[in-house]
C-alpha cells in the first residue's frame, strides 16, 4: 500500500458499529457500508431465520456475485471497443 494516510471511519452494519480504515474517502467508506447494510437488510427480510455469520456469507456471496457479473460486462465492452479500433 502507498504512503498515503488512510482515512478511519466509523459505520454502522446490521446494527453493530465497525471502524474502516482506507485510503478512500470517508463519504466513499459510508456509501459502500450502507450498501452492505441494505443487502444484508433485504437478505434478512426474506430469511429472518438466519444467524449473523451466514446472513455475513449470504451478502458476500451476493456482492461478489454482482461484481463478477459487472466486471465480465466490462470486459465483453472493452473487447468490442478493441474490436472497432482495429
Do not use: C, F, W
Not at 15 to 24: A, C, D, F, P
Not at 69 to 80: A, D, F, G, T, W
Request: glycine share 2%; charged share 30%.
Amino acid at each position: 500500500m502507498s504512503n498515503q494516510e488512510k482515512n478511519r471511519t466509523t459505520v454502522e452494519i446490521h446494527g453493530q458499529s465497525y471502524i474502516i480504515l482506507g485510503l478512500e474517502s470517508p463519504s466513499h467508506i459510508r456509501y459502500v457500508a450502507s450498501l452492505v447494510n441494505e443487502k444484508m437488510r433485504e437478505i434478512s427480510s426474506k430469511n429472518p431465520s438466519l444467524d449473523v455469520s451466514k446472513l455475513a456469507v449470504l451478502t458476500a456471496v451476493n456482492a461478489v456475485n454482482d461484481y463478477v457479473k459487472v466486471k465480465e460486462q466490462l470486459e465483453k465492452l472493452q473487447e468490442e471497443l478493441k474490436k472497432e479500433k482495429d
